[in-house]
């Protein structure tokens, strides 16, 4: 049989393709599966009895719910990752951080008063990975996770979960970050109410060069009173009777802090504690109307521009022994403007950077 595809009508009709398939199908009768695969494996799929043809196996189409897996089954499985450096896609390059993100447990954490909390937890765990590897088993670091994931945390918990998957992924460096909402009940100013305010903290452990570095995060959210706008409010009142009210906005300074190793422990609390001991107008949660008047009061009693925020933030943490070097980036998302004012202040070297990433302020926005 020939064909000739040069001379197929690209605007052939439906009878044509009829025709056509007649014709195929009835040299297909004497055609042996060998000569139907040589012509075009995809032809089978069009012919009668397909089945029967060497190309085209009958497959099942049910789950198999009685199959298991032994050993013998699952070294014959292919491990790609696993794979000869010849497998390799793009330039043999060594790769700082590959992993995952955002895999998410139930983890007990110990508070300062005595209590347990268990809390929903986004974990990441990323690996350093050889110039001349292919790639990782992301799921080994899951499962070496898994192993500690219901002991209260402690970073001792999270050192030896960063050891196994070292471990098992052969890797020299390696890092895992936790990322929670912490509640705290906090009393209101006057009214004698309490709530609960949250608190997103991050906890990091990072290994590089076989030093390890115990890190935390945390977001603190305070309003921030102009002090201009509220001089110039003033001035309204004194000189010429007019009422006038200083612009002030939520705000927020995400507070990054090394914890050093041979300090007493540091407490998420005690953390938040130095925020508040900083810039007391943190936001509130239970408000009566004598409450709104004293945090108005509390606002003009300590009126600060964003670079006053990321100085007053600096002092309690450069005089606390327990932190090592930290970093602090200030918001004040503006009443008075459509932009944001900001500002970043770092000790150290573990978060000093050049570049910043571009939308990391936009990331400074408290979602209630």
Not at 11 to 38: F, G, H, I, M, Q
Not at 95 to 113: A, C, E, K, W, Y
Not at 182 to 188: A, N, Q, R
Not at 235 to 243: K, S
Request: charged share 25%; with cysteine; aromatic share 8%.
């Amino acid at each position: 049989m020939t064909m000739h595809q040069a001379n197929v009508d690209t605007d052939a009709k439906r009878s044509d393709a009829k025709a056509a398939l007649d014709v195929l199908r009835a040299w297909a009768r004497t055609a042996t599966p060998t000569e139907v695969a040589e012509l075009d494996p995809a032809i089978s799929r069009l012919l009668p009895e397909a089945q029967d043809l060497a190309n085209y196996p009958a497959l099942r189409r049910a789950y198999p719910e009685e199959f298991t897996v032994d050993e013998a089954y699952r070294d014959t499985l292919p491990d790609l990752q696993n794979g000869p450096e010849s497998l390799i896609k793009g330039a043999k390059q060594h790769i700082q951080h590959v992993g995952i993100s955002n895999f998410r447990l139930p983890i007990q954490f110990h508070t300062r008063d005595d209590g347990d909390l268990t809390l929903e937890t986004s974990v990441t765990g990323t690996v350093s990975l050889e110039a001349e590897k292919k790639g990782i088993n992301m799921s080994r670091i899951m499962r070496s996770y898994y192993k500690h994931a219901e002991r209260t945390f402690s970073f001792e918990v999270i050192e030896a979960a960063l050891d196994d998957y070292m471990s098992d992924l052969d890797s020299f460096d390696a890092r895992i970050q936790m990322r929670f909402s912490f509640p705290m009940k906090v009393p209101s100013l006057r009214s004698g109410l309490l709530g609960y305010q949250y608190y997103d903290i991050a906890l990091e452990l990072v290994e590089r060069a076989g030093v390890r570095t115990k890190i935390m995060h945390l977001d603190y959210v305070y309003s921030s009173t102009c002090p201009c706008s509220l001089e110039l409010s003033e001035h309204a009142r004194t000189t010429r009777q007019q009422l006038a009210t200083p612009h002030s906005q939520r705000s927020v300074a995400r507070i990054s802090i090394e914890i050093l190793q041979d300090q007493s422990c540091l407490w998420f609390e005690d953390l938040i504690d130095l925020c508040r001991a900083a810039v007391a107008t943190e936001t509130q949660v239970m408000v009566k109307r004598e409450d709104e008047q004293a945090f108005a009061e509390l606002n003009a009693a300590n009126p600060i521009f964003v670079e006053d925020a990321a100085r007053l933030f600096c002092e309690v943490l450069q005089n606390d022994v327990r932190i090592g070097d930290f970093r602090i980036i200030a918001s004040h998302q503006e009443s008075l403007h459509s932009h944001d004012a900001v500002s970043v202040l770092t000790e150290g070297d573990t978060f000093a950077s050049d570049s910043l990433d571009p939308k990391l302020f936009s990331t400074l926005i408290h979602v209630g």
